[in-house]
């Protein structure tokens, strides 16, 4: 009787364990997006139309924060533009980076009334990335990431127009983003930003 119950005890277990869903951890499910998020964000920052004009360091802004004005240009601007980051600088300044409906990326800087202003230097060419393979990586950034973030995985990696790489890595606490120029130089390391993900044309 004993052995019959032990034995209807582990089948009930097993049982109850094939119903569970399969645990998932948020950092398996970090997809190219996320790489495409972060190059937009490094990409405004490092702009030099927002170092010349912005000032300090810019502070995201979620979708539903961004000015009406802004809003409105995007809009009537750019039908069909996807917002891929927007930050403001401490005197009001707001730095928008696009995704256009035929996939070009533009940045756009405005003044704290909402007011477009010019577009950003070279965000084109740092903020549309083509993924890249982690076999096809440059021998230098699989170096630096192996000996520095051991227990990391490549998720994802990109590359931009001007050579940059942008590699999203897994580790125990959650994704990041490293940097590296063309040639595998490290520089630096970002988070990736708020997804926007919103279409601001029609």
Excluded: W
């Amino acid at each position: 009787m004993k052995k019959s119950l032990l034995i209807l005890a582990a089948f009930l277990g097993l049982f109850m364990m094939s119903c569970q869903p399969d645990a998932v951890s948020p950092l398996d499910e970090t997809a190219f997006e996320d790489v495409l998020f972060s190059a937009a964000r490094y990409s405004a920052e490092a702009d030099s139309t927002t170092k010349s004009t912005c000032k300090g360091k810019l502070t995201e802004l979620a979708a539903a924060d961004i000015p009406a004005a802004i809003t409105t240009y995007i809009t009537t601007t750019y039908a069909g533009a996807t917002v891929k980051f927007a930050g403001t600088d401490a005197a009001g300044n707001v730095v928008v980076g696009l995704t256009l409906a035929d996939g070009t990326a533009k940045g756009l800087l405005f003044d704290n009334t909402g007011s477009f202003q010019k577009e950003l230097a070279r965000y084109k060419q740092h903020a549309k990335l083509t993924e890249v393979a982690t076999a096809d990586l440059p021998a230098a950034i699989t170096a630096y990431v192996t000996a520095n973030y051991s227990a990391a995985t490549i998720k994802h990696a990109g590359t931009n127009e001007a050579g940059q790489f942008f590699v999203m890595l897994s580790t125990d606490m959650k994704p990041i983003v490293l940097v590296f120029e063309a040639d595998g130089t490290f520089v630096q390391q970002i988070e990736a930003p708020k997804k926007h993900g919103r279409k601001k044309g029609r």
